[in-house]
């Protein structure tokens, strides 16, 4: 069972299958709404994304470029939205510490694009269970 946390009220992710739960989550979320924001952009499940290795760096491959924002927008999330911590966050998605302190930085800098912004949000909606269905 999980613990509270006393400051949201939210479940601690204690095991790594509950971060990694914690994670995968984001990247639905994620993944909904770049489908809706990025329709240049083919839509990806998060299988797909999972599929993309994040060592294996393919970096001229478009697809996998794709995939590992998406990733870096879901470690994002969790950490800022659903309280992971940055190590927690590095674990279930299975990368460096580095790695993920690299992340937010990067995502702090594309946040300050209103297309992004506009992006985040609605992922902000999607994970606060206030997502319109229909």
Same mark, same amino acid.
Do not use: N
């Given at each position: 069972?999980?613990? %509270? !946390?006393? !400051?949201c +009220?939210?479940? %601690?992710?204690q095991?790594l299958t509950?971060?990694?739960? =914690?994670?995968?989550?984001?990247?639905s979320?994620?993944?909904r709404? #770049?489908k809706?924001?990025? &329709? *240049?952009c083919?839509a990806l499940? %998060?299988? $797909?994304?999972?599929s993309?290795?994040? &060592? &294996?760096r393919?970096?001229?491959? $478009?697809l996998?470029?794709?995939?590992a924002?998406?990733r870096?927008?879901?470690?994002?999330?969790s950490i800022?939205?659903l /309280?992971?911590?940055?190590? $927690?966050? #590095?674990r279930?998605? /299975?990368?460096?510490?580095?790695?993920?302190c690299?992340?937010?930085?990067?995502?702090? $800098?594309?946040?300050? &694009?209103p297309? %992004?912004?506009?992006?985040?949000?609605? =992922?902000?909606?999607?994970?606060? +269970? *206030?997502e319109?269905? /229909?």
């Amino acid at each position: 069972m999980s613990k %509270i !946390c006393p !400051c949201c +009220g939210q479940a %601690i992710a204690q095991t790594l299958t509950e971060q990694k739960a =914690v994670y995968h989550r984001s990247l639905s979320a994620v993944c909904r709404a #770049a489908k809706d924001h990025f &329709r *240049k952009c083919e839509a990806l499940t %998060i299988t $797909e994304v999972l599929s993309h290795d994040p &060592r &294996r760096r393919a970096t001229s491959d $478009e697809l996998w470029l794709y995939a590992a924002r998406l990733r870096r927008f879901a470690v994002y999330s969790s950490i800022h939205l659903l /309280g992971l911590r940055q190590a $927690e966050a #590095a674990r279930a998605a /299975g990368l460096s510490k580095a790695a993920v302190c690299l992340m937010l930085q990067s995502i702090d $800098e594309e946040l300050r &694009r209103p297309k %992004i912004q506009q992006f985040y949000r609605d =992922v902000e909606r999607r994970l606060s +269970g *206030k997502e319109a269905f /229909g």
